[in-house]
């Protein structure tokens, strides 16, 4: 008999993946960064987020574009390898790989370093262990399992921002009264220098990282033409309207960098200045809630690229494109992600960190170009005005917006992620045999017609 293949649940709603990709966003960390954000900008990072956010909508609306014809899992790799050549899609698929398997590293040791504050005398190494265990856990539950989890933690610190806006705003009245407490200095001031604002705007843009991972959803929803693109472009307005209202109070009450101590670690100053050590330890709860949400959406979107890489045969298909069959999860993929994560405990945060920028460009490129190649080149559809601003217009001003980080992308990430694509690039000469032998997929006709409980015969 042949042999049968068990396919992922489709069950998630629209809310259920728009929380799982603010979770991935993790709200929090706006506090985290805004001293060296206040630093870069002068002052102005509510500003900085907007035009952030007005970069990322331009590619979100790209992915949206995408969606609408591969309502699968594989994301920017799948985009690529259908609407302009297989073996670029996998390459893209590749450098993708490396921003998703290093963020629930580097949450790992945000975690780490959170727990360590307050337990001193504890081995780092069991926070990243203890980290992994949870958000692995939960992965290898039902995809509602994991989304239900990830709702908590979000509305957790979706509270406390709400708390902390509460506490600034009765702060600034009584210090300064209503025009203290509602100021526009913070978006604009007379003589602003908006190369600071480009350059401040380039370093708030990876804070919006994560809502594109949401496609990686699209065959655990029953509509995913419908429910993806909404779920894509209300995570980063979401998103990206969290961050402007939080950064506008935390600019209020913080106008100076010099207001900082330390820069780079500005969260807990602004939770003690302003609700003192008790509104301190809030903060940090919230931190640990943003760290687990981010860890269990990164995880969850990474298993799920394996996953499609595995059924593509890029990767081997009897690990990597296994699903549970009770739970319905990429079982062994969650794993394998596991223990990649653990390696965590040998790296310090800044290297981590720096491996996920390059990855997560390289996807947002061959998004935008994906719209041009698919509905332009393939399909003509630029002879009118509507066709050539949505499919030609539009997706190149998403990939101006997207060149401008690449010019302002620290050396070491280049470096990093370009040795990371050689691998990738050595592996395919492998895979193709010099190119000689086209990379093998499952044909999209025959995954858009899979069912909830559809098992394929092989």
Not at 85 to 93: A, E, K, M
Not at 140 to 155: D, G, K, Q, R
Not at 168 to 173: D, F, G, N, Q, T
Not at 345 to 359: V, Y
Request: with cysteine; glycine share 6%.
């Amino acid at each position: 008999m042949p042999a049968e293949r068990i396919v992922l649940r489709r069950s998630l709603k629209l809310s259920h993946i728009v929380l799982m990709g603010i979770g991935y966003m993790t709200p929090m960390v706006v506090f985290d960064t805004f001293g060296i954000a206040s630093e870069a900008t002068a002052g102005h990072v509510p500003t900085a987020y907007i035009l952030a956010l007005v970069a990322m909508l331009l590619t979100a609306l790209s992915y949206k574009q995408m969606v609408q014809v591969y309502p699968t899992a594989g994301s920017a790799y799948t985009y690529t390898q259908k609407s302009i050549n297989s073996h670029l899609g996998f390459l893209v698929g590749w450098a993708a790989l490396m921003d998703y398997l290093f963020l629930p590293m580097v949450n790992a040791l945000i975690f780490q370093i959170y727990l360590s504050s307050i337990f001193p005398a504890v081995s780092e190494w069991i926070w990243v262990a203890g980290f992994v265990m949870v958000v692995t856990f939960f992965n290898l539950m039902s995809i509602n399992s994991t989304a239900n989890f990830n709702t908590f933690l979000v509305i957790l610190q979706g509270t406390i921002i709400l708390l902390f806006i509460g506490v600034a705003i009765k702060y600034l009245l009584s210090d300064g009264g209503v025009a203290q407490a509602f100021s526009i200095q913070p978006f604009f001031e007379q003589g602003i220098d908006s190369s600071l604002l480009i350059a401040g705007a380039t370093l708030m843009c990876f804070s919006y990282l994560g809502f594109d991972a949401v496609a990686m959803l699209a065959e655990e929803t029953p509509n995913p033409k419908k429910t993806i693109p909404r779920a894509i472009f209300l995570t980063a307005l979401l998103g990206g309207l969290m961050f402007i209202v939080t950064s506008y109070f935390i600019q209020l009450v913080f106008p100076n960098p010099q207001d900082f101590t330390d820069l780079e670690a500005s969260s807990p100053e602004i939770a003690a200045s302003i609700g003192g050590s008790i509104f301190q330890i809030i903060f940090i709860a919230g931190g640990i809630a943003g760290t687990l949400s981010s860890g269990i959406a990164s995880h969850a979107s990474v298993s799920r690229l394996l996953y499609v890489m595995g059924r593509d045969k890029i990767l081997p298909e009897r690990i990597f494109g296994y699903v549970h069959p009770k739970f319905r999860t990429p079982a062994l993929n969650i794993i394998i992600v596991g223990i990649a994560s653990l390696s965590a405990i040998f790296f310090s945060l800044a290297t981590a960190a720096s491996f996920i920028n390059f990855g997560a460009l390289i996807a947002f490129t061959f998004v935008n170009l994906s719209v041009i190649a698919h509905y332009a080149f393939k399909n003509k559809q630029y002879t009118t005005l509507k066709g050539l601003f949505s499919y030609v217009i539009m997706p190149l001003l998403g990939a101006g917006a997207i060149f401008v980080l690449w010019l302002n992308l620290e050396k070491s990430s280049i470096i990093l992620g370009a040795t990371w694509l050689t691998f990738g690039i050595l592996y395919l000469i492998y895979l193709t045999r010099m190119f000689t032998r086209k990379i093998s997929n499952i044909e999209f006709n025959e995954m858009e017609e899979l069912q909830p409980t559809t098992l394929i015969k092989m």
